[in-house]
């Protein structure tokens, strides 16, 4: 079943609010970044490469948590349970999207990473489709 983002808590998808991305090692332990998301009406949108650490984890376990905190209220926070769909397609503009949302550059490669990192990684959007969602209970 899928879950919509609450209207009350939308802006923290939709504005640039740092998350952290909670995927499954093989061995079974969590491991947690610090990740840029959009939303897309559906689902909650991260990048990342296939080769790093949790693209990895996600094309092995497609289970993830996303914890998303207001920069100006800790205590408003929203949790985003769900499975991902993993694709290539449209991968680095949406990555240069987030880019200059997230720091008003106007590309990642080139002005956040090196430009000859392209050509060593494989770009892919996570989509989170949500089946859990999770809001304060001081704001709801």
Known sequence: MVREIPDSHRDLVDEPVHAVLTTMMSDGQPQSSLVWCDYDGTHVRVNTTR?????????????????????????RWLEVRGRVEITEDGALEHLDKLTRQYTNKPCYYGHIFPEEQRDKETRIICKIKPTKVNRNAIHS
């Not at 497609?62 to 207001?70: A, N, R, T, Y």
């Open 51 to 75: 080769e790093r650490q949790k693209g990895r984890n996600m094309q092995a376990n497609p289970k993830v948590s996303l914890l998303v905190i207001d920069l100006y209220d800790s205590g």
